[in-house]
């Protein structure tokens, strides 16, 4: 069962164009959300959270948006650059979890010059 | 800044040997796991522990077991390898102080079991 899905396995996407990567969940209880960044042969970097009490959150240039009642968030990168092709997890916890973070499959990014 | 460090980048073995994979975390951080990354099924979590001596089985422990004598130091053990244990192995930890739990990884260890 998988709980956190990243159902496009990969995006490409022009240099200086804004890229979208998309998330869905279906734990109601997960309140906190992450988004890693891997490039190969490394391990996953932290990029950006947010809290279930928000909306929103920004940070330079990625800036992530969380819908609770459609179970959905996405990473908005404005604007990509070829720098930021690697592979993004996105990931959930619930109070309950202490400290387990559920990841989804990762979605390939591949940013364009 | 917290460091994650994995004992070997690359390691080869063989079908059936005892394979050990180390993790030290310098943060003096509580929580650690063990994770392992394949192609299209994203990161599944193996074993975590909360403390020392402590541990608890994630998603797939089947065919794994952890150590943990001392803070810093996590150990996943392969008991018996086989091909199908052939994948990207991933260390991680956190702190359960603080709020939510943003995990720091390692740099992983690509093993291939033949």
């Known amino acids: 069962d998988q709980q956190v899905k990243q159902n496009s396995p990969s995006l490409s996407v022009q240099e200086g164009r804004i890229s979208i990567l998309n998330c869905d969940y279906t734990n109601s209880m997960f309140d906190y959300f992450l988004w890693y960044k891997k490039y190969p042969a490394e391990g996953p970097t932290f990029l950006i959270s947010i809290s279930s009490i928000k909306d929103k959150n920004e940070d330079g240039r990625f800036t992530v948006f969380l819908n609770k009642s459609a179970k959905h968030l996405s990473l908005h990168i404005v604007p990509s650059q070829p720098g930021d092709s690697a592979v993004y997890f996105c990931a959930a916890s619930a109070p309950s979890n202490t400290g387990k973070l559920i990841f989804g499959q990762g979605t390939t990014l591949q940013v364009k010059p | 800044d917290v460091k994650v460090t994995q004992s070997s980048r690359y390691l080869v073995k063989r079908t059936g040997e005892k394979v050990f994979l180390e993790c030290v975390q310098d943060m003096d951080h509580e929580n650690m796991f063990w994770y392992r990354q394949d192609p299209g099924l994203g990161l599944r979590l193996i074993y975590f522990?909360?403390?020392?001596?402590?541990?608890e089985k994630g998603d797939i422990p089947e065919g794994y077991s952890v150590s943990r004598e001392k803070k810093e130091r996590f150990s996943l053990i392969l008991e018996s390898a086989s091909t199908n244990q052939t994948s990207m192995y991933l260390c991680?930890?956190?702190?359960?102080?603080?709020?939510?739990?943003?995990?720091?990884f390692g740099p992983g260890t690509r093993l291939t079991v033949l």
């Open positions: 522990s909360y403390d020392v001596k402590m541990k």
């Open positions: 991680a930890s956190s702190s359960l102080a603080g709020g939510p739990d943003t995990q720091y």
